[in-house]
């Protein structure tokens, strides 16, 4: 009869540890959940991005931090940023994450961290790799380009076009305030100085290049040229307009191609 009586023990005992032990490896169904969209992005140098990280919080919002780093180093400068979720229904909540690829970031490995406590204290996180490629604007900005060629394309034949007292120029183009300078060298040209350029930049889908400049004699008298870009490396740099030549009983439709060639 003892020996029933502790075996009934026993089981009981058996039991009530599995069911403990059960209980122990079931998971909190309310644990926070996040879901960000897209995790790795590619973009160019000076483009904004955008992603969105979504939240399911059924205990409440704790906080959210974002952090970044830069070829795994912590970028100080970015620091640990605090940010607010907003709600979009019930227990879910959404940050919208605003970035600029950074021109100094190209060819690194950079990673946004985003670190979510909920109300209890329960721990989620979701990590972002950003990739940063050239744009044309950072690729122009980063030589001095000197002409090589300007073929008149609408000749017949077609034909080179470029003076000899040009075939010295050097164009710097500068990134941060969109100024440019040109070297005119030892063999300038008779009228060398007398426009002054004043700003440049690439269209968003850099199909487009464009500079302003005005007279040294006339500051109201400005002129914009627009080109289109045939091709850009960091090597060389190809481009075309099309320039209204009827004060010289040509058409108004005659075609350049620039080509410059990295300094």
């Given amino acids: 009869m003892k020996r029933i009586a502790l075996l009934i023990i026993?089981?009981?005992?058996?039991?009530?540890?599995f069911i403990v032990s059960c209980k122990k490896d079931t998971p909190d169904p309310n644990l926070p959940v996040l879901k960000l969209h897209p995790v790795n992005v590619t973009g160019k140098s000076g483009q904004d991005l955008l992603d969105t990280l979504d939240i399911v919080a059924p205990y409440g919002i704790g906080k959210l931090l974002i952090s970044k780093t830069i070829n795994l180093a912590?970028?100080?400068?970015?620091?640990?940023?605090?940010?607010t979720p907003v709600s979009i229904g019930e227990n879910?909540?959404?940050?919208?994450?605003?970035?600029?690829?950074?021109?100094?970031?190209v060819n690194k490995l950079v990673g946004i961290n985003f670190h979510f406590e909920d109300s209890k204290g329960?721990?989620?996180?979701?990590?972002?790799?950003?990739?940063?490629?050239?744009?044309?604007?950072?690729?122009?900005a980063s030589h001095k380009w000197k002409l090589i060629s300007k073929m008149w394309l609408t000749a017949t034949p077609p034909s080179e076009s470029e003076n000899d007292c040009e075939r010295d120029n050097i164009w710097t183009f500068n990134y941060d305030d969109s100024t440019l300078n040109v070297d005119y060298g030892s063999s300038g040209c008779t009228f060398d100085g007398f426009n002054i350029y004043d700003k440049w930049w690439v269209s968003p889908d850099e199909k487009t290049f464009t500079d302003v400049y005005h007279s040294v004699f006339n500051t109201s008298q400005i002129t914009t040229e627009v080109y289109d870009i045939q091709s850009l490396s960091n090597d060389k740099w190809v481009m075309n307009i099309t320039l209204d030549l009827t004060v010289f009983g040509l058409s108004d439709h005659e075609v350049f191609q620039y080509t410059y060639q990295a300094q």
Avoid at 11 to 16: A, K, L, R
Avoid at 74 to 83: E, H, K, L, N, Y
């Fill in 10 to 17: 026993c089981v009981m005992v058996s039991t009530t540890i």
């Fill in 122 to 140: 329960n721990a989620a996180e979701k990590d972002l790799t950003i990739n940063t490629i050239p744009s044309a604007a950072q690729i122009i």
């Fill in 74 to 83: 912590p970028d100080d400068t970015f620091g640990v940023q605090s940010v």
């Fill in 92 to 105: 879910t909540f959404r940050y919208i994450f605003e970035y600029t690829y950074q021109p100094t970031e």
